[in-house]
């Protein structure tokens, strides 16, 4: 595993396609500071603006996600610490005349203003869009929100749950087991929220560049998830001339998951025919495609579920080594169904140096992933730790940039 010391660390060298910019982020919990970190990967000064008086209704300062989960460093929570990586924080109470002040002259630097407040509280701290328009006429305003602004949902809350409730994404285990609709163990609403997030926010700077225009860019989680979702589940509504039944047959077999093997576990999905035909003839089952219904493309997407049924039953003939040995030999796409302990040790992504031991202040390191795109101009690098609550007050209070603050 990699190890980075970043206490020699340059970041008026940041080589990402985004120095330069600079983005007032006002995001909390998850959606906003994965798409904040992201941008922050690609080089923008991220300075990230907490309350003293706490956030999500906690009674802790900052942004709550700082207090949940074991860590050695005060603050900086397990989750809070994947996710904001080199930004700069700063402690401002809105609702002071001197801090709502510095605020104001942030805003005036600023090129992306970012958050995922209820926009009634933003108008309640004079932070609405026409509101900071005035105060810069050029910046981008991304609101990222639960719904769209015109729709009934609209003064609604909402949370990862809510949102994969709504959006029919706890509909597809009910589908595939027929049972209750379940939540998914993964945040992945918020998650996928925020790449939407990063994406627009980017696509806002690439009109501004070309233009000089700024823009108010609106992002609701619960068209951005439902639109993830749908791409494939719309399935059999989508043409009304020849409706079907809603969801992707293949993603909602109840056989398609990690086939137990003499051993452990292997994913094993043959796509091709000839991928088909050699591997049911590895498993034991040579002739299944003599079977009229597996006949064609469109007849075995109908019947997968069934099809999956093979899969689990010749897995079992052999260990997942053999399995991968023959598999990878023929081409047919295959690979071991990792344990969440087991993905620290996977031979590639330590070969790519994925994960990493970054050695913090005080003795203590904390593993880090390396940002996932490569850009063979513009590499995404990683700067600074994230940020302590406060631990940049008294540069960003004296306008200082991170380009003099590193140079120093």
Known sequence: MDHLDLSTSDAASRTGPLAGVRILDMSSVLLGPLATMLLSDLGADVIKVESPRGSGGGTAAGDIWRHAGPTPVEGLGPCFTALNRNKRAISLDLAEAKDRAVFEDLLRSADV?????????????????????????????????????????????????????????????????????????????????????????????FHRERTGEGQFVHVPMFEAFTFFNFVEHLYGATWQASPGRMGYSRSLSANRRPYATKNGYVSIVPYSERQWRTFLALGGFPDLFDDPKFSTYKLRTENSNELYEYIGLAALTKTTEEWLELLHREDIPSIRANSLEEVLEDPHLKATGFFRDVEYPGGFTYKSMRHPVRYSATPAETYRHPPRFGEHDDEVRAGQSWASEAAQ
């Not at 910046?139 to 709504?166: K, M, R, W």
């Not at 379940?182 to 696509?203: C, E, R, W």
């Open 113 to 205: 203003f970012f958050h995922n407040v209820r926009m009634a509280g933003m108008r309640r701290l004079g932070a609405d869009y026409e509101a900071v328009k005035k105060i810069n006429p050029e910046i981008i305003y991304v609101h990222c929100a639960g719904f769209g602004d015109d729709g009934p949902y609209a003064a609604l809350s909402a949370y990862d749950d809510l949102i994969q409730a709504a959006s029919g994404y706890t509909d597809l285990t009910a589908k595939r087991d027929n049972a209750a609709p379940q939540y998914t163990p993964s945040a992945i609403a918020d998650k996928v929220s925020g790449l939407f997030a990063a994406n627009a926010t980017t696509a806002a700077l």
